[in-house]
């Protein structure tokens, strides 16, 4: 795949990225597919329940016959939504959330694009999924909705910025954006993954990341118990879908970056591992992410707007920025 | 021209946390309430004026729909008050039996809250851990009187069905497994920072104004005043037992909390000296005519709910059917404080104090 993307651009090749991106969003349906499966099994057996074992073997078509049911509900459009704006939202929502996945890189040959901005173009684009999250909020015309829409936004200011000054720690360290590099600098055991010299910075993006995911306890977009459903309650079918869709294409994509940024990407943890090829190691570490959050789902209570707020500016922001200033010492010292 | 406007948002009938159909307008100026009004009645059934129809022994199955969460504590005061008139002698093995299965219930009702309070506060587990555990008390329920949730258990002069046998063993058993899993309990939830954050501080009032609004139970403890009924005007065999009122200070949504976690405690230790204490043998029901006639006068029967006071006014003008009645519902006069709490406060804390008001919308609206 990299040898493709240094290539000069013909048919051939650019059929063969059209390709690559289909068998990647089908990667990923099939992923969300699951990730609702396995999220919803986890949190039954924490919960002293089962989860779905009805629909197929082990309830392994659950999610199928959930999602056919939704595209195949009545598409309904609120009469006094803004009707442009409604059928625009979730679109907006989604795209990004996919198109950062292509920066992630999966295995040593085995990525979407190789770019030399990679974390940026992924915090960049990741960003725009709030506007559709405002829009469907805005374009919806009720009241609950607008209140999850304008948590949204407020949520997203808040957090984009620690967890963006969070990742510059380890960009300083590696001294690239580049996610390919960031990985290859961390091979030679788990002692030489990010996340231990940058403990602080990994904190602080786990926890933002949490946020930007709108996640419990940081779900208050659609904060189920007062909100009803938050930004999305006028949604159903296959547009409510996109919504759901895109926030699990972002634990996708986050769980990736994590596992990339701090984990050591592809990297076995030992050096004497090293002969399990790298996407093994990469799925292991994505699936620890993935299991987090979802535990994290399971535990914590959700946290109050105003505390979600203090918490973003008065200590997750100043505590990225002692990262990058202790990071900056230290670089500076060892030279 | 950039203007602001009051948001005016229907929280309810037909909300996740209003915890039935209960109703409030609220005002948002952004997230914060100026004005809030509840508007009840969503769930009203007439219990009072049907009851001027019925029979003593047919209203009992009514007062299980008014508190659903806490059915046997219903039954108790209607009986009791029509008991208190009619001067009816109870034997004691079924005033042991009312006394065991109130308590399980008052378990079982905090339970029911414990869960829920922290489903509206966003962990969504705990809930399930309640109702596991009070599931037990059900089916403890269930064998003793066929039912799970609307008893109709106790009749005036007694009860109806006697305990089975080895049902008062399996109550025996109950505790230390419930005292288990209050530390449980403990563990997961109550030292958890975002909760502590959610729940400390907020809903303040005084005892003053607790008294003033005529509150109860937990709401009215947590400002320290000490008023339990079991303890201050002792109704059934409570004063038979040795167990603590919990008390603190603070009047706030984290005081009501620990209060009735403490609470749950408390019944445990009374159940276990009922346990003990329990005859082996003795009659079930008094010596009641078969028709309940209670003499011409007014009777004022008031006991401990897991909510607070429920009391019933009966007027009885010498038949058979009462000629008023009225109940003192715990949730409906806590309830009333609720607008003056909620002003100031966010559209999220809304949900953290009415959710620690413990309301149940059917006796709010009866």
């Not at chain 2, 109940?327 to 404080?337: E, G, T, W």
Request: aromatic share 12%; charged share 20%.
């Amino acid at each position: 795949m990299l040898d493709l993307l240094q290539q000069q651009l013909t048919w051939t090749n650019a059929a063969i990225f059209l390709a690559w991106g289909v068998v990647l969003l089908l990667v990923i349906l099939g992923f969300v597919t699951y990730a609702i499966y396995f999220e919803r099994k986890v949190i039954g057996w924490m919960q002293l329940r089962i989860g779905p074992n009805r629909v197929g073997p082990l309830g392994l078509l659950q999610t199928v016959a959930d999602v056919t049911k939704l595209l195949i509900k009545e598409d309904t459009i609120p009469k006094k939504a803004d009707r442009e704006l409604f059928i625009l939202a979730p679109v907006i929502a989604f795209i990004p959330s996919f198109v950062v996945v292509a920066a992630i890189p999966f295995a040593p040959q085995l990525m979407s694009a190789d770019l030399n901005i990679g974390v940026l173009y992924y915090v960049a684009l990741s960003g725009i999924s709030t506007i559709g999250i405002v829009l469907g909020g805005w374009a919806s015309n009720n009241k609950y909705a607008l209140l999850g829409g304008m948590r949204s936004a407020a949520q997203m200011i808040s957090y984009e910025i620690p967890l963006v000054i969070s990742v510059v720690g380890v960009v300083m360290m590696t001294g690239s954006m580049n996610l390919r590099v960031i990985v290859e600098q961390q091979a030679g055991g788990f002692w030489h993954w990010n996340f231990l010299p940058q403990i602080i910075g990994f904190a602080v993006f786990i926890v933002a990341a949490v946020s930007e995911l709108n996640r419990t306890p940081f779900d208050l977009p659609e904060a189920e118990s007062e909100l009803v459903a938050g930004y999305h309650v006028e949604y159903s079918g296959f547009r409510f879908a996109f919504f759901m869709l895109a926030e699990y294409v972002y634990v996708f994509a986050i769980a990736g970056l994590t596992a990339s940024l701090f984990l050591g990407g592809w990297q076995a943890p030992f050096p004497f591992l090293s002969f399990i090829p790298g996407i093994v190691w990469f799925l292991l570490k994505f699936s620890f992410v993935v299991f987090f959050l979802f535990w994290l789902r399971a535990t914590m209570p959700r946290i109050r707007v105003d505390q979600l707020m203090g918490l973003g500016w008065k200590v997750l922001l100043p505590l990225a920025l002692a990262n990058i200033f202790v990071t900056a010492i230290y670089l500076g010292i060892t030279g | 021209m950039i203007r602001t406007e009051e948001l005016l948002l229907n929280v309810g009938p037909q909300h996740p946390s209003t915890h039935g159909v209960f109703r409030i307008v609220v005002k948002l100026d952004g997230e914060i309430i100026t004005e809030a009004t509840p508007v009840m009645g969503y769930l009203h059934r007439g219990t009072e004026k049907l009851a001027e129809n019925l029979t003593y022994t047919q209203i009992i199955p009514y007062t299980d729909r008014m508190d659903y969460v806490s059915a046997m504590t219903n039954n108790y005061v209607l009986v009791h008050a029509v008991e208190k008139l009619m001067g009816i002698e109870i034997p004691e093995r079924a005033e042991f039996l009312r006394l065991i299965v109130m308590e399980l219930q008052r378990v079982a009702s905090h339970l029911v809250w414990w869960g829920t309070y922290l489903l509206d506060i966003g962990a969504m587990s705990p809930f399930l851990y309640a109702f596991r555990d009070r599931e037990i008390i059900i089916n403890l329920f269930n064998e003793l009187c066929g039912a799970r949730l609307t008893y109709n258990y106790m009749r005036v002069g007694g009860v109806k069905w006697d305990a089975p046998e080895g049902w008062i063993e399996k109550v025996r058993q109950f505790i230390p497994y419930m005292r288990d899993k209050l530390d449980e309990y403990n563990n997961l939830v109550s030292g958890n920072e975002i909760f502590l954050a959610r729940i400390k501080g907020i809903g303040k009032y005084d005892a003053e104004t607790a008294i003033a609004y005529g509150l109860s139970g937990a709401n009215l403890r947590c400002t320290g005043v000490p008023w339990d009924l079991r303890k201050t005007q002792p109704y059934s065999l409570y004063d038979r037992f040795e167990f603590d009122v919990p008390v603190t200070t603070n009047g706030d949504c984290y005081d009501r909390y620990l209060i009735r976690i403490a609470e749950i405690r408390e019944s445990l230790r009374i159940l276990e000296q009922a346990v003990e204490q329990f005859p082996a043998e003795g009659e079930i029901m008094g010596k009641v005519p078969r028709v309940i006639r209670p003499p011409e006068g007014e009777v004022y029967a008031a006991i401990e709910s897991p909510r607070g006071e429920i009391g019933c006014y009966i007027v009885s003008k010498g038949k058979d059917k009462p000629y008023r009645l009225k109940f003192r519902r715990p949730s409906f006069v806590n309830l009333q404080i609720l607008p003056k709490l909620l002003v100031g406060e966010t559209m999220t804390n809304l949900i953290t104090i009415l959710g620690g008001v413990d309301i149940v919308v059917g006796e709010v609206d009866c």
